[in-house]
């Protein structure tokens, strides 16, 4: 799947990914979220369908500031990030999307793996 084409909790869950952090079993401690690193490793936990980086800024913000990603209107309707180091680019119709789709693109390139998402 092209990544400018991630939304919603599915765009949220490659944010994760492209932090390092996958599902491991078991997927949720009441009513949490389990993380785990690549070695299966607990990383930590969130509240459930807490993680919404493409949506709360306290989330995408810090991880825009931590990947110098910036972002600017391209229309009245869509809206285009840069991750600067790696210059990738992601478009949306909010910067946050924008931002988070600029992100996972410069973890991962222009598209993702359908169907990876559900257990890393």
Known sequence: M???????AQLDHWVARANGWTFGP?????EFDVWRDSAGKITGT????????????????LIMGEHAIGFHPISDAE????????ACTGRGPTPLIAAMRAYVASKFGDEVQEGSESNG
Do not use: C, F, M
């Open 46 to 61: 969130i509240p459930a369908q807490a993680y919404k980086p493409s949506k709360n800024w306290d989330q995408g913000g």
């Open 26 to 30: 078991p997927h949720k401690i009441h």
């Open 79 to 86: 809206w285009l990030a840069e991750e600067h180091v790696t």
């Open 2 to 8: 092209r990544v400018n084409e991630l939304i919603g």
